[in-house]
């Protein structure tokens, strides 16, 4: 069965350095979505990207972060400089049209 | 906007119980509507959802859950739970006129299931 895989599980970085999540969405899906779950707190949408540019992203996703897909199957999210704060599970998802987003395992970052 | 509100954040139930996990939301738009699990240590996997169609949605494993409109809530429940159904259940909204599926999260309810 298909599913969305991202890399690395966990990542550790020091406060000011830029990190970048990756992921690899289900290959016939259209649409790419970046979740984040602080921890005790909501899953919060950051971003939706389809057709090569972002369609939709939340007050959360600022200047510090961006996404791209380099090569038609990769996924990323790139934060600039890490701040403490940034510190939580980072979920891809991906669908194809309306009806059920598959979400990947997760990264968990921690910034210290 | 959407919020997603789920009353419990616990909810302990001894196996072979009942259990229902309550969700409720607030839309100024029509949405479809979902329930996520995530297993321990692990990520989010859609459990059922309801896009239209009949009220009532069922899962492989034994839940349902009821699509209300006018009370806009989306309970879901299962007649007799097991230990792995120990698990974190999520209910999730997102609006129908929208291309793609942004989905906006209740907070979660854990389920603790004792034997």
């Known amino acids: 069965e298909p599913e969305v895989t991202q890399t690395p599980s966990h990542q550790v970085t020091q406060m000011g350095q830029e990190v970048i999540l990756r992921c690899v969405p289900i290959s016939n899906h259209l649409y790419f979505y970046w979740y984040r779950q602080i921890l005790g707190q909501k899953v919060e949408f950051l971003v939706s990207f389809y057709n090569n540019e972002i369609s939709e992203k939340s007050e959360i996703f600022d200047d510090?972060?961006?996404v791209e897909r380099p090569d038609g199957s990769n996924f990323t999210l790139k934060i600039r400089s890490t701040k403490l704060e940034d510190?939580?599970?980072?979920?891809?998802?991906?669908?194809?049209?309306?009806?059920e987003a598959f979400f990947g395992q997760g990264t968990r970052l921690t910034v210290v | 906007a959407q919020s997603v509100t789920q009353l419990d954040s616990q909810v302990p139930v001894f196996e072979e119980a009942p259990v229902e996990l309550r969700c409720n939301y607030s839309?100024?738009?029509?949405?479809?509507?979902?329930?996520?699990?995530?297993?321990?240590?692990?990520?989010?996997?859609?459990?059922?959802?309801?896009?239209?169609?009949?009220?009532?949605?069922?899962?492989?494993?034994?839940?349902?859950?009821?699509?209300n409109k006018s009370q806009t809530s989306f309970h879901l429940r299962k007649p007799s739970v097991h230990i792995s159904d120990t698990a974190e259940y999520f209910c999730a909204v997102s609006p129908t006129e929208a291309a793609g599926n942004k989905l906006t999260f209740g907070g979660g309810t854990r389920v603790l299931v004792k034997p």
């Open chain 2, 27 to 67: 839309s100024s738009v029509s949405v479809y509507l979902f329930w996520y699990v995530q297993y321990p240590n692990q990520g989010l996997q859609l459990l059922l959802k309801y896009l239209s169609g009949s009220t009532l949605v069922e899962s492989i494993n034994g839940f349902e859950a009821e699509f």
């Open chain 1, 64 to 66: 510090q972060f961006s």
């Open chain 1, 87 to 99: 510190s939580a599970m980072y979920f891809c998802a991906s669908s194809r049209d309306i009806g």
